[in-house]
T-cell receptor, first 113, second 112 residues
Framework: DSGVTQTPKHLITATGQRVTLRCSPRSGDLSVYWYQQSLDQGLQFLIQYYNGEERAKGNILERFSAQQFPDLHSELNLSSLELGDSALYFC????????????FGPGTRLLVL | GQNIDQPTEMTATEGAIVQINCTYQTSGFNGLFWYQQHAGEAPTFLSYNVLDGLEEKGRFSSFLSRSKGYSYLLLKELQMKDSASYLCAVTSFYNQGGKLIFGQGTELSVKP
């Protein structure tokens, strides 16, 4: 158990819908990262927050957005969902948001039908 | 840009030793991580190398050569539970923050 929690574990929805994925970092960690893992793409970095502020952005679609709240939990919002958005979404956390070990949560498996 | 290559699949026998290679091309290299991921589960941290040489941690060791853009993960005394995907990831000091760029992963099957 890494100490990072994610909800829900599974999500099934339809195309065009919007969903919110939630992540709570390890106690004491200030930085949260979101990654997407699909079969053909491997693990892809989406976005990073540090202490409530966006720090780095990857190839995150405009339909996707995220935020980190004052209590340091983070939410990833996915809208206008497409079939290709079906994937495992992982959240990871680290202490300082720098080059250091990231600890991954159990992931949310999203299936868009 | 950043590019990471790993073999897609490997097979080894229980009790044996296996070496999983990773080659990378990245500007401003600032460290290489190895993670283990069982199917459908979270990646778990195995090792971190930023200087050349070998880091040993129990049955697992990781080696780095920055001049060659090369790393390997060595697994000794293989056990069935070592069957998993092994992910190589690099960071760059040109990237703000500590984002990891992952390779596609090497699927290791350990046979009895």
């Amino acid at each position: 158990d890494s100490g990072v929690t994610q909800t829900p574990k599974h999500l099934i929805t339809a195309t065009g819908q919007r969903v919110t994925l939630r992540c709570s970092p390890r106690s004491g960690d200030l930085s949260v990262y979101w990654y997407q893992q699909s079969l053909d793409q491997g693990l892809q970095f989406l976005i990073q927050y540090y202490n409530g502020e966006e720090r780095a952005k990857g190839n995150i679609l405009e339909r996707f957005s995220a935020q980190q709240f004052p209590d340091l939990h983070s939410e990833l919002n996915l809208s206008s969902l497409e079939l290709g958005d079906s994937a495992l979404y992982f959240c990871a956390s680290s202490a300082r948001g720098d080059t250091e070990t990231q600890y991954f949560g159990p992931g949310t498996r999203l299936l868009v039908l | 840009g950043q590019n990471i290559d790993q073999p897609t699949e490997m097979t080894a026998t229980e009790g044996a030793i296996v070496q999983i290679n990773c080659t990378y091309q990245t500007s401003g290299f600032n460290g290489l991580f190895w993670y283990q991921q069982h199917a459908g589960e979270a990646p778990t941290f195995l090792s971190y190398n930023v200087l050349d040489g070998l880091e040993e941690k129990g049955r697992f060791s990781s080696f780095l050569s920055r001049s060659k853009g090369y790393s390997y993960l060595l697994l000794k005394e293989l056990q069935m539970k070592d069957s998993a995907s092994y992910l190589c990831a690099v960071t760059s000091f040109y990237n703000q923050g500590g984002k990891l760029i992952f390779g596609q992963g090497t699927e290791l099957s350990v046979k009895p």
